[in-house]
């Protein structure tokens, strides 16, 4: 064999007739047309706290109702910082709470401030995807995800707070189709 022809360099398992190669060339080859590596992050994100605008507006009609009652009766007055400061709180706690990654293969979303818990749903596992929206969320661009999926823990997941709703929600179908396509799973209608 003369190094200096190419045409005497050793062949590569893969580039093989598949009756030339063993069985554990033809199972390596097959896994690596197949795979694509690692997870790739498609997006993240979290609980929008514009999510709330709704008890915020109810809060806002409370402070003014407090602020009139008031005038009567001042100590009243002592409960408008309390209700901001627990609205405030509340909120606060149920971002701190929630995290979502949606990457290549899986969904995945955190939960818990005090005791964490992470859940995965594999993408090709996600049978369908719905948006919720009510009329302040539509005028804020938010809302919820539904998943609806074969997943035994959770076969559906509504996924409250999410900021650009629509887009979230393409960005995961989009990854479940792509994920059946390389896998060659093809759903057909029953």
């Known amino acids: 064999m003369d190094a200096s022809n190419p045409n005497?360099?050793?062949?590569?398992?893969?580039?093989?007739?598949?009756?030339?190669?063993?069985?554990?060339?033809?199972?390596?080859?097959?896994?690596?047309?197949?795979?694509r590596g690692p997870d790739e992050k498609i997006w993240s994100g979290g609980y929008s706290a514009v999510d709330q605008s709704g008890?915020?507006?109810?809060?806002?009609?409370i402070t003014v109702g407090l602020i009139v009652g008031g005038i009567f009766l001042w100590p009243i007055l002592l409960a408008i910082p309390v209700l901001w400061i627990g609205q405030l709180i509340r909120?606060?706690?149920?971002?701190?709470?929630?995290?979502?990654?949606?990457t290549t293969r899986r969904f995945m979303h955190?939960?818990?401030?005090?005791?964490?818990?992470?859940?995965?749903i594999e993408v090709?596992?996600?049978?369908?995807?719905t948006v919720e929206q009510g009329i302040l969320d539509r005028m804020f661009n938010v809302g919820?995800?539904?998943?609806?999926?074969?997943?035994?823990?959770?076969?559906?997941?509504?996924?409250?707070?999410?900021?650009?709703?629509?887009?979230?929600?393409l960005m995961m179908d989009d990854a479940r189709?792509?994920?059946?396509?390389?896998?060659?799973v093809y759903i057909e209608s029953v």
């Open 91 to 102: 909120v606060w706690w149920i971002k701190m709470g929630v995290s979502y990654e949606l």
């Open 177 to 184: 189709q792509a994920e059946r396509d390389r896998r060659g």
């Open 110 to 120: 955190e939960h818990g401030v005090i005791k964490r818990t992470t859940d995965r």
């Open 124 to 129: 090709i596992d996600i049978d369908d995807v």
């Open 144 to 169: 919820t995800i539904r998943i609806t999926s074969s997943d035994r823990t959770h076969p559906e997941l509504r996924i409250p707070g999410i900021k650009d709703v629509k887009k979230v929600a």
């Open 55 to 61: 008890s915020f507006i109810v809060l806002t009609l």
């Open 8 to 35: 005497d360099a050793a062949i590569d398992p893969a580039e093989k007739n598949v009756e030339d190669q063993s069985p554990q060339e033809k199972f390596t080859a097959g896994r690596k047309r197949g795979e």
